[in-house]
């Protein structure tokens, strides 16, 4: 998709300067050819020639070069590329670019240029969440800037957390993907903008509109809130009750759902894929942090629940690892039931999203078990499909499922998980637009949620 696509990657004086290497090695892997300029602070983590090497080009870092401004270089490094990607964006880089200042080669390249930027945000949490930040942030975003994270976790600093790190390379690469994307393609979309989050507080959706750079389509001004992955429920420090859960198919769903122009929140529980560009996206682990992202995440106007919930978690997680004890059999576990996310949404009396679709991922008896369990949770539609190991779905990029409605079961033809996941989409926006759906049972009922994978 990046091939003989050119990038032009301004690598800013942050800690996080060192994931610029791996973000070069990535998009040339994609065939980009990327162009690297280093500000004065990025010089202090890497080295130009570490970004040559990996480039394969000249690096440049002098706005008074006697060879490289003989020709007003600055201005055609600003025009040549495609695309200009800031990582580090560090605050000051941000707001400089913000207020128009060109005070290095960097920020005159930023102010010169007429393609679009990209910006991967990069700082300590207080300084993401300060005003002044957050009305540049603002600021750039509303002069057509595009961003991707940053993300929330640990800091550089010692006893640090929050949101504040760079998005890792590779969801940086689905971002300049989307942006470049073609005539044709899905609309380019603000990336992973967040509120500021504090460790042990929980993240809060950002306002509409705050931030992005929304694609118009059939779910425009509309909140989606969707929920992926597998959860993890501890054992012991080390061990944790899990499934073969990958998350694509959620994550397929949001990006879906932002290309249509909503704004989405994907609650996320542990996967290894990039986050969907256009997404506001909450990472938990366990059920029980699941169900408080999808608390907080709520209102919307409808909500998808693909993530395989795990349905039982141990009462009491050991502090210290459990050890083998000779001859002493295996340790007994006390396993509690986890709360029922889907059907806790489906039975809400005040702020129910007008339409609440669950996924039933079986392994034997689909129709049978996705019809009852329509019934028993309350919600408007299940996505049903077959997990069983030949059947390939878990983890894999294809999938089949039925539709089961109040009105009855569709049968959807195999095919691959982005297009399960525009098709149903198309199905929400259309539902909604017609004023919601006739509920596919009582709003009651047990057992915890199904799942996609």
Known sequence: MLSGR??????????????????????????????????????????????AALSQEKVFTDLFSLTDEADIGHISLSREAD?????????????????????DLATNILLATDKPVLMAPAMNPRMWGHPATRRNAAALAGDGVLFVGPNSGTMAERGESGVGRMAEPLEIVAAVESALAGPGAAPAAQVGYQNVIYQGQGAAPPAPGFGR???????????????????????????????????????????????????????SGPVNLPAPPGVHVVHVESAREMLAAVEVALPADAAVFTAAVADWRVAGAAEEKIKKQGGGGAPSLNLVENPDILATVSRMKAGRPQLVVGFAAETEKVLAHAQAKLARKGCDWIVANDVSPESGVMGGDRNTVHLVTAEGVEDWPTMGKDEVARRLVARIADALARGGVKTGGKRAGGGQSGAAS
């Open 6 to 51: 050119r990038v032009l990657l301004i690598i800013g004086g942050g800690v996080a300067a060192y994931k610029a290497l791996d973000l070069i090695r990535r998009l040339k892997e994609r065939g980009a050819v990327v162009r690297c300029v280093m500000t004065d602070g990025a010089q202090q983590f890497v080295t130009p020639l570490s970004a």
């Open 213 to 267: 750079l929304q694609p118009q389509g059939p779910l425009t001004g509309l909140r989606v809130l969707v929920t992926s992955g597998p959860t993890h429920e501890p054992i012991d420090p080390v061990r944790y009750i899990a499934n073969r859960s990958s998350g694509r198919q959620g994550h397929a769903i949001a990006l879906a759902a932002a290309q249509a122009g909503a704004h989405v929140t994907l609650v």
């Open 83 to 103: 695309l200009i990607v800031v990582a580090p964006a560090t605050a000051d880089l941000m707001a400089k670019a913000a207020n128009g200042l060109a005070n």
